[in-house]
């Protein structure tokens, strides 16, 4: 409904009855929609300062973590994709969904890791940024487990790892861990492990039923459990 129509000449001219309408509206009335209006603004606007506020004060200071980080270090992460609730769906502990070992190049913190296909494409291995492993669309929380062993064989157990990424082992659908050609996340960390001679100690399968196969997965929190790990971050 417009309060004003078009004159002869084109010009816009107030329409007296809406105008009335308009008027008949009771003074109390105004005043409750002006009072309903202003603290709509207002929630609208402190939901927003509220926002801003907490995204800044929890912001990644990517470079703190990186230089508390050693070669061989394993990350986990809790992730948003459809993968990612699959395994927190059956995994009993429910605290991280992917995991990824940690190998600096060039002084930088960088996560290599094995991730399910998102195109036709097949999917490598991954190097990647521990920025981009951590980012707030892959991660809504994260923690670093460290090996329990000597400084050199940490070197050597990252270098397992970026094995698999040099030699583009491809994502493992079949989640087969007698198979050495393909891998998932967590079958990278225990076979860099067996390849570095560092006993990981008991790394039990969870049995999955899916509608169309059943299949016997390595869990993140089995890994978690190992006693050869020590939590030393988490976020």
Known sequence: MSCFRKADNFALKPDKTCLN??????????????????????????????????????????????????????????????????????????????????????????VIHAVPYKTKEKEYVKKETLKNFLSPKNASNFAVYRPQIESNKKLKLAQQALYFYQNKIVFDNNYNLQTNNEMYCTELILKAFQRADIPLGDMRETTINLIFKKHNILMPSTLQKSKSLKRIIIQ
């Open 21 to 110: 309408f308009v008027g008949m509206i009771p003074q109390t009335l105004k005043q409750k929609i002006l009072i309903l209006l202003f603290f709509t603004i207002l929630i609208v606007s402190l939901s927003m300062i509220i926002v801003a506020i907490t995204t800044k004060k929890n912001a990644i200071d990517y470079q703190a973590i990186a230089s508390q980080l050693h070669n061989g270090d394993i990350i986990f992460r809790r992730g948003h994709s459809v993968e990612s609730r699959a395994v927190l769906l059956y995994d009993q502990q429910k605290e991280f969904s992917h995991v990824g070992m940690v190998y600096f190049q060039n002084n930088q913190a960088n």
